[in-house]
């Protein structure tokens, strides 16, 4: 029941005059930074994910893009595309709020100061990775899929090899 203009009545929940827009209210949160790092070199739905499970837990989120993780790691690939092909597609995407590079891990590790929150997934908690004792938040990110930028490159791999073996035998 609605009551007379002027008279606010006494409730537990009414509907306020001076109540905040949404938006202005976000904007006015504390700045929580999430950081991940990674390659990043063939965009694929598990990484969709992963970036929008991170930015509900941030309001801020940071890539480190890595130029070439295979030379610090030879069972890494290297990349298909170069550092800014992979950037372009990354800043088209609505959850990163940006995106910074490095060649090294001590690079990156160095930028983990920065930030509130490192974003991993599931299938690192076992694991080791980079800066392990590094006292940042950890935000385990699920792993429920199936996707993998290696599983996709070696099943590109086998597709164009069947095909040139077809070509140049038959």
Do not use: Q
């Not at 800043?91 to 930030?115: P, R, W």
């Not at 590109?156 to 040139?164: G, H, N, Q, V």
């Amino acid at each position: 029941e609605l009551f007379k203009m002027f008279c606010k009545p006494t409730a537990d929940l009414f509907i306020d005059d001076k109540a905040i827009n949404i938006n202005d209210w976000l904007n006015n949160l504390p700045v929580k930074k999430g950081i991940i790092g990674g390659a990043f070199d063939i965009i694929h739905p598990g990484y969709i994910r992963m970036f929008k499970e991170a930015k509900l837990r941030c309001n801020h989120l940071t890539i480190a893009l890595h130029d070439n993780p295979s030379l610090e790691r030879d069972y890494k690939l290297k990349p298909v595309l170069d550092i800014h092909e992979r950037e372009e597609i990354l800043n088209s995407i609505k959850y990163i709020d940006e995106i910074i590079f490095y060649k090294k891990e001590t690079t990156f590790i160095s930028y983990l100061d920065d930030y509130d929150i490192r974003f991993l997934g599931t299938d690192y908690k076992k694991g080791n990775y980079s800066a392990k004792n590094h006292p940042i938040e950890i935000g385990w990110i699920n792993r429920n899929h199936n996707y993998s930028t290696t599983k996709l490159k070696k099943s590109i791999f086998e597709s164009i090899s069947k095909i040139w073996y077809i070509k140049l035998y038959f």
